[in-house]
């Protein structure tokens, strides 16, 4: 079972390394993270999605809030959030593969965010699955260089 947690932390150095030494020492795993400034820089927002058992995802939920530094805990799966990763992918092309990314691109709504004489670098901003996927669909063209962020994801919205 796959969990999403948003920990709002004081924006301090080592507070990162607070946070994942809490999954280390537990052997827990991170699937993904993200950690950024929120709309006030006091304060970071650490995006982590994590898998295991029903039990580990409720201790993990009390040992993230537990620490110091933790603000706030939210947990949420993937059907209650959206969801987005960004990546950035170079590939090697020639005339006849040219066309093939070109289709690929506008098939997975990738950008091409920078071109050489032989290399291609695309942009794509999408769910994981689809990122994944992009990979897939560039794997019989040459791959030079892969970048991607962690998960970043909110829940979705309700008036609540």
Known sequence: MKKIYSVLVENR???LCKV???????????????????DDPQVSCITIVSSGTQRTIE??????????????VK????????????????VKYNKGNRKDILEICQ???????????????????????NVQKLIGQLASISIVE?????T??????SDN
């Open 107 to 129: 098939m997975m709504k990738a950008d091409i965010v920078d071109v050489s004489k032989s290399q291609m670098m695309l942009q794509i901003i999408d769910t994981p699955e």
């Open 13 to 15: 150095s080592g507070v």
């Open 20 to 38: 994942a030494g809490l999954f280390s020492r537990r052997c827990y795993n991170i699937d993904s993270l993200a950690v950024g400034e929120t």
């Open 152 to 157: 970043l994801a909110l829940p979705k919205c």
């Open 75 to 90: 947990t949420f799966n993937e059907e209650q959030s959206y969801s987005r990763e960004l990546m950035l992918v170079k």
């Open 146 to 150: 892969v970048a991607r962020t962690g």
């Open 59 to 72: 201790q993990i939920e009390k040992q993230l809030n537990k620490k110091l530094d933790v603000i706030k």
